[in-house]
């Protein structure tokens, strides 16, 4: 598998498989379909965006949040309950924002399904220093805090 990475961001391409992505996107459809796209959040990072969680999967797509578990996490990480699902609209968008920690612990991966983004990170107090990370549809993304 070929890695692309740097100190506390790794890109693993083709995570998963188009028949694992179709099943993914099948069992979250129909909660997803009962949604409205919103356009204001409750901290104005995300424009455009349908959010719900998850805490049981049918078994193939748990057998990939497995393989996404492994992959990103130590293996007596506490991690939260239930997995976060959001879809963007065509213009929906992610804002420049950090997400605290307290909520979301030191680690955050993601599945990008349906399509490329390009995710853009930012240092904090130095804006000069910014990665593009090129999110290629089927990839998992993690994101590590280090000190």
């Keep these: 598998m070929r890695i692309k990475a740097t100190?506390?961001?790794?890109?693993?391409?083709?995570?998963?498989?188009?028949?694992?992505?179709?099943?993914?996107?099948?069992?979250?459809?129909?909660?997803?379909?009962?949604?409205?796209?919103?356009?204001?959040?409750?901290?104005?990072?995300?424009?455009?965006?349908?959010?719900?969680?998850?805490?049981?999967?049918?078994?193939?797509?748990?057998?990939?949040?497995?393989?996404?578990r492994d992959m990103a996490f130590q293996p007596y990480a506490q991690l939260l309950p239930r997995a976060h699902i959001l879809d963007l609209a065509a213009a929906g968008y992610i804002r420049p924002h950090i997400d605290a920690i307290r909520f979301c612990g030191n680690t955050i991966a993601g599945l990008c399904l349906l399509s490329s983004a390009v995710m853009r990170l930012v240092h904090e107090s130095r804006p000069e220093?910014?990665?593009?990370?090129?999110?290629?549809?089927?990839?998992?993304?993690?994101?590590?805090?280090?000190k």
């Design 7 to 68: 100190s506390s961001m790794r890109i693993y391409p083709n995570f998963v498989s188009e028949e694992e992505e179709a099943s993914l996107l099948a069992e979250v459809e129909p909660q997803l379909k009962r949604l409205r796209y919103e356009y204001d959040h409750w901290d104005n990072a995300i424009e455009g965006y349908r959010e719900t969680e998850r805490d049981s999967w049918n078994e193939q797509n748990a057998a990939v949040l497995k393989r996404v």
């Design 129 to 146: 220093l910014q990665l593009d990370a090129l999110l290629e549809r089927r990839c998992l993304y993690v994101m590590r805090y280090t």
